[in-house]
């Protein structure tokens, strides 16, 4: 049976998450996950989670998808050695130097490699399987096609059902850092670096902005360019994921409100028991109109998000908060 694996951005949200059908779930490290801190969780909280989801049978993952200097792996790896000790499955990476030392270290902790890895052929799986990774993340980019070859490797393979398509790498954004550059550190001394989500900052969504092109004397080539970050839900194709034999589809939105996470997570869970149980006499009419109605809701939900995130952008930094 393939995992559905979904987000928890508070304890509120494992709950909901546990309670709607989700096989996994996976929670943010505070300082360490590309989100801001109200969408992270404490060691404490971690914790928590653990107990609330491993009760129902589900499991948990921390996603560490920041890229750390070689000063901070030692405090990750301290962190780390909390997170297993209180229960945690297993983690999802980005950094292949994180990865090598996670997997020397915790050599029986399951390691996923992040879509922050961008993971696009099957020499990056191979190299990925070597270093410890169990499961790859596909890059949005691929097609049912690409992906149908990575069935041949002894690896998993997670495909994300929810999320957006960057128009350069998903999970490797170096646009914010245009509005902001400024390094800090929070209260436990971890380096944060306002405005870049790869560093523990947050990601402005600067592509979002209204971008001009000009020609080189400067006179207008097109008033509005759109640089695609398209957020997107994956219906038509979850059949066809299913018969593939994927191992993991996979929820993103830690940041949208608990509701609607668990409608997502309800539409998904009975989407796969449905076609599970009689792909034969599946019809796709109904999800669509059901999916609509979830879509809207999120469609409202990211457009509030990214204006808040744009006028934030503009402010002058406060000590070192994010």
């Given at each position: 049976?393939?995992?559905?694996?979904?987000?928890?951005?508070?304890?509120?949200?494992?709950?909901?998450?546990?309670?709607?059908?989700?096989?996994?779930?996976?929670?943010?490290?505070?300082?360490?996950?590309?989100?801001?801190?109200?969408?992270?969780?404490?060691?404490?909280?971690?914790?928590?989670?653990?107990?609330?989801?491993?009760?129902?049978?589900?499991?948990?993952?921390?996603?560490?998808?920041?890229?750390?200097?070689?000063?901070?792996?030692?405090?990750?790896?301290?962190?780390?050695?909390?997170?297993?000790?209180?229960?945690?499955?297993?983690?999802?990476?980005?950094?292949?130097?994180?990865?090598?030392?996670?997997?020397?270290?915790?050599?029986?902790?399951?390691?996923?490699?992040?879509?922050?890895?961008?993971?696009?052929?099957?020499?990056?799986?191979?190299?990925?399987?070597?270093?410890?990774?169990?499961?790859?993340?596909?890059?949005?980019?691929?097609?049912?096609?690409?992906?149908?070859?990575?069935?041949?490797?002894?690896?998993?393979?997670?495909?994300?059902?929810?999320?957006?398509?960057?128009?350069?790498?998903?999970?490797?954004?170096?646009?914010?850092?245009?509005?902001?550059?400024?390094?800090?550190?929070?209260?436990?001394?971890?380096?944060?670096?306002?405005?870049?989500?790869?560093?523990?900052?947050?990601?402005?969504?600067?592509?979002?902005?209204a971008w001009s092109l000009l020609?080189?004397?400067?006179?207008?080539?097109?008033?509005?360019?759109?640089?695609?970050?398209?957020?997107?839900?994956?219906?038509?194709?979850?059949?066809?994921?299913?018969?593939?034999?994927?191992?993991?589809?996979?929820?993103?939105?830690?940041?949208?409100?608990?509701?609607?996470?668990?409608?997502?997570?309800?539409?998904?869970?009975?989407?796969?028991?449905?076609?599970?149980?009689?792909?034969?006499?599946f019809d796709l009419g109904p999800?669509?109109?059901?999916?609509?109605?979830?879509?809207?809701?999120?469609?409202?939900?990211?457009?509030?998000?990214?204006?808040?995130?744009?006028?934030?952008?503009?402010?002058?930094?406060?000590?070192?908060?994010?």
């Amino acid at each position: 049976m393939v995992e559905l694996l979904a987000p928890a951005g508070s304890i509120e949200m494992v709950e909901a998450t546990v309670a709607n059908g989700a096989n996994a779930l996976y929670v943010g490290p505070k300082g360490w996950s590309r989100r801001r801190d109200a969408y992270e969780l404490s060691d404490e909280a971690l914790r928590e989670a653990v107990r609330i989801a491993h009760a129902r049978g589900v499991k948990v993952r921390a996603a560490v998808n920041t890229h750390p200097t070689s000063q901070e792996l030692p405090r990750l790896l301290r962190r780390m050695e909390v997170w297993v000790r209180d229960g945690i499955d297993g983690v999802i990476l980005s950094d292949v130097g994180v990865m090598a030392a996670v997997h020397r270290t915790f050599p029986d902790l399951t390691i996923h490699a992040s879509i922050g890895a961008n993971i696009l052929n099957d020499e990056d799986i191979c190299f990925y399987r070597e270093i410890g990774v169990r499961q790859v993340v596909a890059d949005t980019k691929l097609s049912l096609k690409e992906l149908r070859s990575r069935r041949e490797i002894e690896v998993g393979v997670e495909v994300l059902i929810h999320a957006n398509k960057c128009y350069t790498y998903l999970g490797k954004c170096w646009m914010s850092p245009y509005h902001r550059l400024e390094r800090g550190q929070d209260e436990s001394g971890k380096d944060l670096f306002k405005g870049s989500p790869n560093r523990g900052g947050l990601d402005y969504r600067v592509c979002l902005e209204a971008w001009s092109l000009l020609r080189g004397n400067h006179d207008p080539w097109a008033d509005r360019v759109a640089l695609k970050n398209d957020a997107f839900f994956l219906l038509e194709d979850v059949p066809h994921l299913i018969d593939m034999g994927v191992h993991t589809l996979k929820i993103q939105g830690r940041e949208y409100a608990v509701d609607l996470i668990g409608r997502m997570i309800k539409f998904y869970r009975d989407l796969i028991d449905t076609y599970s149980a009689d792909p034969h006499d599946f019809d796709l009419g109904p999800w669509k109109a059901r999916l609509a109605r979830i879509q809207a809701q999120r469609d409202l939900e990211r457009a509030k998000g990214t204006l808040d995130l744009f006028q934030e952008a503009r402010e002058a930094v406060q000590g070192c908060q994010r």
